[in-house]
Structures are given as structure tokens and as C-alpha cells.
């Protein structure tokens, strides 16, 4: 078949752009092979042009110099592997401007400025491929794009930081502390250089508006989005949780009512242990998909480093020369946020079950304080645990799981609770979150 060459200029050589690299100059012949394109690297622009890489570039195309890559007209395909949102974001409006496609990882500047970006796209008759941006190797974003076009989504479940799974899981496998599984994940790697993001769910937010803004066609913002992270999760909770039959995982949550109103979130939660997502261990993705034609679909896989993610950005590569990226990119209509905002269901008004941990002083007459205040607030117990024995201060922790009720409700009841002379400090709060299993 005849090959047709495609220039590809690559902005950031940190470690995904070493693997983007790496694919273009090791499979170039198998990807001709499959597609009739021949990848040829234009040139690699980095401020570092010093250290030593895994990948060797042919001489003399590792520049410093951005204008390089824009002002060359046989380069088709820009990809910003930069990081970051302030360069990045000038970077990628210059390679637009410059009437290249745009292939990209960066999920921070997506879901900070996606829409003024996409807006550029569009205007330059170019596209913006994002499928490095969520779930690292993953086919996430084409999955929802094309393979589910057919489909009404009303959910999705995901398991989007592998970070934070890799710390939930050795915490409830070996039961490590939060800080020692911290460092193992750093150590391996799989933790952002600053790893505030990735515990404080603020790395599974961007995510999430990534996925939810095309699974739900509405532009969608950070702030449409509830955000806990895992940093106060203690071996305790996971290990009582576990003998409930619940297992502690960080989900991003996106669902679509029947009016069309959408809840956001990303919470630790509590999910049943014969869920699928609850065998998703250590720094793996997954993403559990629920569609109106297909019902549910679950993509699992390597959520991050440099293989996984540089597989999706040379796939988008590839998308973008054959000219799909660009016709599916036309394509792409985000609901205005006039009309967005009003759709975003608050978090107060959103309603699940709840695991309830308080330390309860072990005396007569306590129960029936902490029932009196959740009674008070319409929230009933389906369940509790509470194991023989006084702890310190003869306190003993007491575990309750509630039937479903609305945030706001508990959240009052969360105040009252943390005032009770019979409790000692404030209570802990993790969400139990019941998905939906299609079963036959
Ligand atoms: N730090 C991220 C994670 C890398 O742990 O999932 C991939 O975005």
C-alpha cells in the first residue's frame, strides 16, 4: 500500500514524550504497515537539551526552540507533551494558529481551559486528540466517541488515578499506613512529581471533566465537579469497611438523570467487594461505562506511565493523519455553560448511603443519642458494628452504614454528631456507593 508520510513535531521530552518518541522511531515500519502512514519525527522541542534519555533522536532534531516546530510547514501534527497549564496552553494555540492538529496528554489544561481551546480549534479548522488525557492506555475517549456513539450514557464509575488505587490497595491488602504506600507509589513512579493532585482527587477531577464533558455533551467546568480526596483514609476505616463487605476505592462519578441534570463527584467510597471495580488493584484504571443501547461496559487497564499513555497519543497521532480526529472533532458540540450550569445537580441535593465511624464513649444511654440525631434528620440505619471492649479513654469506635439519603441531611447530621458529649472528636463520613450491576 502506498505510504504516506507524516511529519509529527513533539513539544515536552519528559517521560510520555520519551515514549511517544521511542513508538514513532521503533514501529514506524509496523505502523506503515498497518495504517499507510510512515511517523517521522520533525523535530522534539524541550528547554532541557542536555540530560540523558532513554529514547536516541536521529542528530540534530532535539531543539530548545519552539518556533522550530510552528514555522515548519511540513510538520502537520503538533503534540504538547509540556505539562502544565500556562505554556502548554500557549503552545497549543500557536501550533493551532499554525493550522496543525493538535495531539495532547494534558489533562490539567483540558479541564481548565478545554473550551477556549477547543473554540481555537474549531475557529483554525483543526482538531484537539486527547486520548493520553484519561485513563493512560485506556481507549477511553474513543470508546465513548465512536464505539458508544449509538448510546444514551447515563453513568459512568471510574477508577481514574492509579496513585490513589495503588495506596488503597496496599492499604487494604497488607495494611500499610497511608503515608509508607504514598512513598511506594512515588518510588514506582506512578505519582505526579507533586502527588497533591493525585491524593486530593484533584488529578480524578480533571478526569472526570474530561470524560463526563463528551460522555454528556456539556461543557463542564472544575467547579461543577464535588471533590474529596483520600488523604484522611485510615487502615481502620478500610479494614471495618471490609467487614461490612465493602471495599475503599477513589471513584469519579458522573450521572445523568432522566431531565438531563448531572451529578459530578469524586469521593473515596465504599462499593461492594463482588463488584468488578472492586478487584481493580494497584495503579490499574478502570471505567465502568453504563450506556442506554449497550447497558454496561467496563475498559480496564495501565492508567499511567510512559508506554501506556505514549500508546494513546501515537494512536491519536495516527487518528489525526488519517484525518479522523479532525471530522470527529467537527463534530464535538459542548452543551454553552448557559445552559450547563443550570444542569449540574448540586451536591447537597445528591443522595447515597453512608458509612458513619464515631468513637463513642462506652457508657450507658449513648446509642440512643447518636439514633436521636440521625432520626432527627430523616437518615435511618440499616446497619452497625461494634466490636466488645473499650479502647483508650474508654472509648469504643462504633461503624454505621445508613439507607440512602440526601447530602444535606447528613452533613447537618455530621455537625450535631461532632457536638455530642458522648462522642469523642468528629465523626468519620465515607460514602457507600451501590453500582448499578447489569446482570441478565
Ligand atoms: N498521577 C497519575 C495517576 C498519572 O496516578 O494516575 C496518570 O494521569
Aim: net charge negative; aromatic share 4%.
Amino acid at each position: 500500500m502506498a505510504e504516506k508520510q507524516v511529519r509529527v513535531g513533539l513539544a515536552g521530552f519528559g517521560t510520555i514524550g520519551c515514549g511517544v518518541a521511542k513508538l514513532i522511531l521503533e514501529e514506524a515500519e509496523s505502523i506503515a504497515a498497518k495504517t499507510g502512514l510512515r511517523l517521522e519525527l520533525g523535530c522534539v522541542v524541550d528547554t532541557d537539551t542536555e540530560s540523558a534519555r532513554p529514547v536516541k533522536l536521529p542528530k540534530s532534531i532535539l531543539t530548545n526552540d519552539i518556533n522550530r516546530l510552528l514555522n515548519d510547514d511540513t510538520i502537520q501534527i503538533g503534540v504538547e507533551l509540556i505539562g502544565g497549564t500556562d505554556a502548554a496552553k500557549d503552545v497549543q494555540l500557536k501550533m493551532l494558529d499554525a493550522g496543525k492538529d493538535v495531539v495532547t496528554a494534558n489533562k490539567a489544561l483540558l479541564a481548565e481551559h478545554g473550551n477556549e481551546l477547543y473554540e481555537a480549534a474549531h475557529r483554525n479548522g483543526r482538531c484537539i486528540a486527547f486520548e493520553g488525557s484519561c485513563g493512560g492506555g485506556i481507549p477511553i475517549i474513543s470508546a465513548i466517541r465512536t464505539g458508544l456513539v449509538a448510546n444514551n450514557i447515563t453513568a459512568m464509575y471510574g477508577i481514574v488515578n492509579g496513585t490513589c488505587n495503588y495506596i488503597l490497595s496496599e492499604m487494604t491488602s497488607k495494611g500499610e499506613g497511608f503515608s509508607e504506600a504514598l512513598a511506594q507509589a512515588q518510588n514506582k513512579g506512578y505519582a505526579e512529581a507533586d502527588p497533591t493532585l493525585d491524593i486530593n482527587g484533584g488529578d480524578s477531577a480533571h478526569k472526570l471533566a474530561i470524560l463526563a464533558s463528551i460522555a454528556f455533551g456539556y461543557e463542564i467546568t472544575l467547579e461543577d465537579i464535588f471533590v474529596e480526596g483520600i488523604e484522611s483514609v485510615s487502615k481502620a476505616d478500610i479494614r471495618y469497611g471490609g467487614e461490612m463487605g465493602y471495599i475503599l476505592k477513589l471513584l469519579a462519578i458522573g450521572q445523568k438523570d432522566k431531565e438531563g441534570k448531572v451529578s459530578l463527584c469524586v469521593y473515596p467510597s465504599f462499593i461492594a467487594k463482588d463488584n468488578p471495580l472492586a478487584r481493580v488493584n494497584g495503579p490499574f484504571n478502570a471505567i465502568s461505562i453504563f450506556g442506554s443501547a449497550v447497558g454496561q461496559v467496563m475498559y480496564y487497564g495501565r492508567g499511567a506511565g510512559m508506554m501506556p499513555t505514549a500508546s494513546a497519543v501515537v494512536a491519536d497521532i495516527i487518528d489525526a493523519a488519517l484525518g479522523n480526529s479532525v471530522t470527529t472533532f467537527r463534530h464535538l458540540h459542548l452543551k454553552p455553560r448557559s445552559e450547563t450550569e443550570l444542569l449540574i445537580e448540586k451536591i447537597g441535593n445528591c443522595v447515597s448511603r453512608f458509612y458513619i465511624k464515631v468513637l463513642a464513649k462506652n457508657q450507658p444511654g449513648v446509642v440512643a443519642k447518636y439514633s436521636k440525631v440521625l432520626g432527627d434528620h430523616d437518615i435511618s440505619i440499616s446497619g452497625a458494628l461494634q466490636h466488645e471492649g473499650a479502647g483508650p479513654n474508654n472509648t469504643v469506635p462504633v461503624v454505621i452504614i445508613t439507607h440512602s439519603v440526601q447530602q444535606k441531611n447528613m452533613t447537618a447530621a455530621l455537625v450535631e454528631l461532632a457536638e455530642l458529649d458522648v462522642l469523642s472528636g468528629r465523626p468519620v463520613c465515607i460514602r457507600i456507593v451501590d453500582i448499578p450491576e447489569d446482570k441478565d
